[in-house]
């Protein structure tokens, strides 16, 4: 399963050819604003790996970046970096990490084993009592709600049952976040869409450009990323900015201080602001 996964990611991210730059700065400028200004950042690399992940989880308590990364066993195994004491480890215990979240408390991983759920500060680790179950892709919001591989069909946990989301029982879905009004928005290969909180219209956002990658800041923003950049989803719905001047973004996630954490092919960077100076 896993190693169809892995095709299937080969399929949703086609060709995407990453640059060192050839001076190797690490900083970086862009002009994306109407102020004069540029923002500027430090490329921060926290880890380089041969297949890049696309979902990655931050634990504000504990400071720890979570990533799953090719055993090259036709398994992903999560990973934990933390980020004051640099030290990169690898989580026992769970079989398949392919798809990962977090909130508050817990750490959730999804894979070809079904779910598990973990508590970083506790260091508990539960794997999820429901069997025959591959996760593609996975978001806590109160409930655990995730996407099942291959149907690509959205779902959520609640009292040991596996129950689909009644709006979107028809959508095929690659991606998903819930922004801070508890929104629906989410990817698929026509484009990006949204679902209001208690609605049941699905409303094409954006079809251009091709979105590969959706995740949620820690005020609740919506990011996207395409081939050329990383977006935002503004308040007014429908608006959605270019923020980030980036090529090769694969996944993204936000530390406790809101700097973007995102994968390209080969490292997991973080972005760091930097005056302009
Ligand atoms: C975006 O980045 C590219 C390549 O680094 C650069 O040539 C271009 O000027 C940048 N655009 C903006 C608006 O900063
Ligand atoms: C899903 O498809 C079925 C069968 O075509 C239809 O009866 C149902 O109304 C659809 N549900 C939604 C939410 O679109
Ligand atoms: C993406 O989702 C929309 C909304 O449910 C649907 O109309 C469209 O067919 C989906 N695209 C694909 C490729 O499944
Ligand atoms: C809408 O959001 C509120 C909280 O803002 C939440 O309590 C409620 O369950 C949400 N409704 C749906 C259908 O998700």
Known sequence: MSMCKFYAVMALYPVIIYCKEVLNSNKICDQLSENLNARCYIKENLASLV???????????TNTLYFGFDSGLGEYLPAVYNIDTKKLTVLKGVKDAFAMASD?????FGGSYGIYRYNPVLKRLKRLGVSNLDIWWIQANAKIY?????????????NRQIKPVPQLRNSTINQFVFDSDNNIFFINST???GVKNCSNNVILI????????????????VYLCSDDGVYVIGKMLQKVKLVYNLSGVLGMTFDKDNNLIYSDSHDIIRLKPVSSQ
Not at 104 to 108: G, I, L, Q, S
Not at 146 to 158: A, G, M, Q, W
């Open 51 to 61: 297949h890049s992940p696309n979902q990655l989880a931050f634990h504000s308590v």
């Open 104 to 108: 508050a408390n817990e750490v959730y």
């Open 206 to 221: 954006k079809d251009n450009p091709k979105f590969h990658g959706i995740a949620v800041d820690t005020s609740g923003h």
């Open 191 to 193: 484009g990006l869409f």
């Open 146 to 158: 995730f996407i099942k591989f291959p149907s690509l069909r959205l779902y959520y946990y609640e």
